[in-house]
């Protein structure tokens, strides 16, 4: 048992500095003078507090950092690491205006306490591509107010003016010869008031945002040492596994446990609202149970689904119009009176999220306390989700946010699913213990990104203009029943996460009328990386390339002409083409394809080249363009980038779920693959450099792949792609 | 009881001995690490060293270990000093970083049957190896920067 120690005490670590932490709020609680400091509320301290202070270690000046006498700055961040690099680029923009040495700077997850919610969302989370510019501001705030109060104790001790002193790489300077560093401040420091209003660097004199310096979070995922929610290891810990319904909406009818139950290490079999949960003293031992359990399903409606047929619904209601999404002057009239005309059905299949770290959730349930370890992008709900179940109140639920192998938004799930039901095992395990969703369990537990059809129509005049567009789009609501629904459709009769990206159709159209068709299906759906615009990229810039066909004009020069007065969307198309070569010809059997987007505040634009032997698509080269406006790390804006290329291209040519008679047909990566090692073309990006808003970018580099491939595979094959994964057998 | 040994220290454990030895590593030796990706061989988040040869210890029994010497990635260096660790915290390879242990001993391997592995080379000794994040073309770089280093004579 040497390893469990090991990590046990890991955990314990987590934890004794989650409750140094929450004692420093709690004295900087005691005060009662708030100071409001931009966005964010810290409390002043106290006389009493100051004295209780006099002994600390630490300095707190708020929520979002601590620094101690050894130097180290921990940065607190309120933004799960799911890969996007957030527990670097938020540290940077603190650590910037700390002015700290940044071979000194740390970072450690939040707890779950308002002061860490997302200033736009209102809650604590990490989707829709937004840490970065939503903790612009936050974070540098913090940082500077730390230094400004770092600066006041050194200049007290000197016992000169504030003004006169300078800091530099985590310590204060006064003239030629006084240095304090900020560990050496702690205590003084941590003595006084927070100022009221702080000054931010000029961003000429920045010295870290704006580089490409490396992640902070790397060591420790070279060496096994960072802790994935699997990993945690609690002493007296029980793993479940859970014999799920094998069609959504069936219910548990009845169960023989005997076989399950006489197997080694087997310790409970329970009912759970999940299914049957099998808890054992290893995973192996509750997995190897858990499939020995005969289990009798009510299978209720599903039973009969099959995706085929829902799509042929899904064609059929395109031809009758939807509710209205966008209305340009009139795009039939247009239509009919063009000179040439064209349409075309584009369809994608549902998706899976498919993290490489499976769901899984580890809960420690006491009488009066609940801890919960897990890869979460939702922690308030998902701690409000757990509480319930516990019958706890909030406050007595602790949740631990740790790495997480992956989210793309399946993390965020409005029910808590994976959290709710551990909670539900840990009632009956009576022990700590963790819920393993094996590989086949995560890819039938729905949440997909949901199959979606788009039926477009358009048409240009004589001299090759685009005069109409009308797309129509069929596929279910992510929002639809969820506690965000009237918060996000706004009273709309659409949901604004279907049409993403086809509503704000950016092309020079007189004409143009986008309608939307909700659909009702009983397959659990929800985000996936870049969400709408995952399909209406595909739809759009497949169709914009099938245009410029009808116009007998280059696809990019098309593009261009109707994009004149979108500047931001022309910079990235512009210097995608050119860093590509576009134009400049390509060996026999290849072809370019170029597609550009708006997504998420930021613009992207992509040119892949392709080959197809034999029906066999190979993507040589992705070139992408990435305007995010003002960005904190390049190094981090290139890997998102690739990967998510990658990310887009994988869904491209590989993945579909299809359901017959209620049952999923992909079960693993064999049957859902993803894009591999010899199957990876070279990526280049290049950002454009602006002094724009800051834009996203953790989504914004998928949705472009998809069309861009597709259109490369029609320059080289003269064959239209209408629908993902591509197949030849099917193109038109 | 079974006894093998891991990353150089001895071990016995007390285990069904078709239980696979990813799960015996994780749990009971507590080096989680290596990582369940699939189950099947298929992704490589599991991959280990076998007397030196790598292996997908999702789907191989621990009594195939019986006996042998097991490396995980815990064992691939305790400093962070081999040279793959070296290239790959310099070319920023990760992302969320799950799969990264799996990576790195199936390049291992590569490496020291391939000193100078061609892109060829990295293609078939990497498919196995899955990464949701798409951080292959990282990877990639890693490798050659590694092998650069290894024949440089710099990294050790």
Redo the contacts between chains.
């Keep these: 048992?040497?390893?469990?120690?090991?990590?046990a005490g890991k955990v314990g670590r987590a934890g004794a500095s989650t409750r140094v932490e929450r004692r420093d709020f709690l004295k900087f609680s005691i005060a009662a003078s708030g100071g409001l400091l931009i966005g964010f509320r810290f409390p002043g301290i106290s006389t009493l507090a100051s004295a209780q202070q006099a002994s600390v270690d630490v300095f707190m000046p708020n929520a979002f950092v601590r620094i101690g006498t050894d130097e180290r700055v921990t940065v607190i961040v309120n933004h799960s690491?799911?890969?996007?690099?957030v527990y670097t680029s938020l540290p940077m923009l603190l650590a910037e205006e700390l002015d700290a040495d940044w071979t000194k700077v740390g970072f450690e997850p939040a707890p779950v306490d308002p002061k860490y919610n997302h200033p736009a969302f209102g809650m604590q989370m990490t989707g829709g591509s937004s840490s970065v510019w939503s903790g612009l501001e936050q974070f540098r705030q913090a940082g500077a107010a730390a230094r400004a109060m770092l600066i006041a104790a050194a200049a007290q001790q000197w016992n000169v003016d504030a003004t006169t002193c300078r800091t530099d790489s985590g310590a204060v300077f006064h003239g030629s010869n006084d240095k304090l560093t900020y560990g050496q401040l702690v205590s003084a420091a941590a003595k006084l008031t927070p100022p009221a209003h702080v000054q931010l660097k000029d961003p000429k004199t920045f010295k870290l945002i704006g580089k490409p310096i490396?992640?902070l979070?790397?060591?420790e995922?070279?060496?096994?040492?960072?802790?994935?929610g699997?990993?945690v290891?609690l002493p007296g810990m029980l793993?479940a596994v859970i014999a799920r319904p094998p069609i959504f909406g069936a219910k548990l009818k009845s169960f023989d446990d005997s076989r399950a139950r006489s197997m080694?290490g087997v310790r409970k079999v329970v009912e759970v609202p999940a299914g049957v949960a099998v808890i054992a003293d290893?995973?192996?031992q509750a997995k190897t149970a858990r499939d020995a359990l005969r289990v009798n399903w009510d299978e209720g409606s599903m039973a009969s689904f099959s995706t085929g047929p829902m799509m042929q619904d899904f064609r059929e209601r395109a031809k009758s119009p939807g509710k209205s999404v966008r209305k340009d002057g009139d795009a039939a009239g247009a239509l009919a009176s063009a000179a040439k005309k064209i349409e075309a059905v584009y369809e994608v299949p549902y998706l899976s999220h498919?993290?490489?770290?499976?769901l899984n959730c580890v809960v420690d349930l006491r009488a009066d306390s609940c801890e919960v370890w897990t890869g979460s992008q939702f922690q308030t709900v998902d701690r409000a989700n757990a509480a319930k179940v516990a019958g706890l109140p909030n406050e007595k639920v602790q949740l631990h946010t740790t790495?997480?192998?992956?989210?793309?938004g399946r993390r965020a799930n409005p029910q808590s699913d994976f959290v709710v039901e551990a909670v539900h095992v840990a009632k009956a395990a009576g022990a700590p213990v963790k819920v393993?969703w094996?590989?086949?369990d995560d890819m039938a537990g729905g949440w997909y990104r949901p199959a979606f059809l788009h039926a477009i129509e358009g048409g240009v005049d004589a001299g090759g203009n685009a005069v109409s567009w009308r797309s129509r789009l069929v596929g279910q609501s992510i929002m639809a029943g969820t506690p965000f629904a009237a918060m996000m459709m706004k009273g709309k009769e659409y949901d604004p996460a279907s049409v993403e990206g086809v509503d704000d159709l950016p092309y020079a159209i007189p004409n143009v009328t986008v309608e939307s068709h909700q659909a009702e299906v009983n397959v659990p759906v929800q985000w996936l990386r870049s969400v709408g615009h995952s399909h209406t990229a595909f739809a759009v810039e497949c169709f914009v390339d099938e245009l410029a066909g009808l116009a007998q004009k280059d696809p990019y020069q098309f593009r261009r002409q109707l994009l004149l007065k979108q500047p931001r969307h022309l910079g990235v198309l512009d210097l995608a083409a050119q860093k590509a070569g576009w134009g400049k010809p390509l060996p026999k059997g290849m072809g370019r394809g170029i597609a550009v987007h708006f997504a998420f505040e930021s613009y992207s634009a992509h040119v892949a080249e392709v080959s197809v032997t034999e029906g066999k698509i190979r993507v040589h080269r992705m070139v992408c363009a990435i305007d995010c406006g003002q960005y904190v790390n390049p190094?981090i804006i290139a890997?998102?980038t690739?990967?998510?290329?990658?990310?887009g291209a994988s869904a491209a040519l590989f993945q579909e779920l299809t359901f017959e008679s209620g049952r999923l047909q992909q079960t693993?990566?064999?049957t859902f693959p993803?894009?591999?090692?010899?199957e990876?073309p070279?990526?280049e990006t290049y950002i454009v450099e602006n002094n724009e808003k800051s834009g996203g970018i953790g989504e914004p580099g998928v949705p472009c792949a998809a069309p861009a491939i597709a259109n490369a595979v029609f320059a080289a094959t003269g064959k239209r792609i209408r629908r993902l994964p591509i197949r030849m057998t099917e193109a038109v | 009881m079974l006894g093998f040994s891991v990353n150089g220290k001895r071990v016995e454990v007390d285990v069904d001995p078709s239980t696979p030895l990813l799960w015996v590593i994780r749990e009971q030796l507590g080096l989680t690490g290596t990582k369940y990706g699939c189950g099947m061989s298929q992704c490589g988040a599991c991959t280990v060293h076998i007397n030196g040869e790598a292996v997908r210890s999702c789907v191989a029994p621990v009594s195939r270990a019986a006996g042998k010497s097991v490396t995980t990635i815990e064992g691939l260096s305790p400093d962070l000093s081999n040279p793959l660790q070296r290239a790959w915290l310099e070319e920023d390879v990760p992302q969320c970083g799950y799969c990264q242990s799996g990576q790195l001993m199936s390049a291992a391997v590569l490496l020291r049957d391939k000193p100078s592995p061609t892109d060829e080379d990295i293609d078939e000794a990497m498919t196995g190896n899955i990464c949701r994040c798409g951080t292959y073309p990282r990877i990639r770089r890693a490798i050659h920067r590694a092998a650069e280093m290894v024949a440089k004579g710099g990294a050790r």
């Design positions: 048992m040497i390893g469990r120690k090991m990590i690491e799911m890969g996007q690099g490396k992640r979070d790397t060591p995922k070279l060496n096994g040492k960072a802790v994935f699997i990993d290891q793993t080694p290893s995973f192996w498919l993290m490489m770290e499976p790495f997480l192998g992956g989210g793309f393993i094996t590989r086949e190094g890997a998102q690739e990967g998510g290329a990658i990310f693993n990566f064999h993803v894009m591999r090692m010899n990876c070279e990526i």
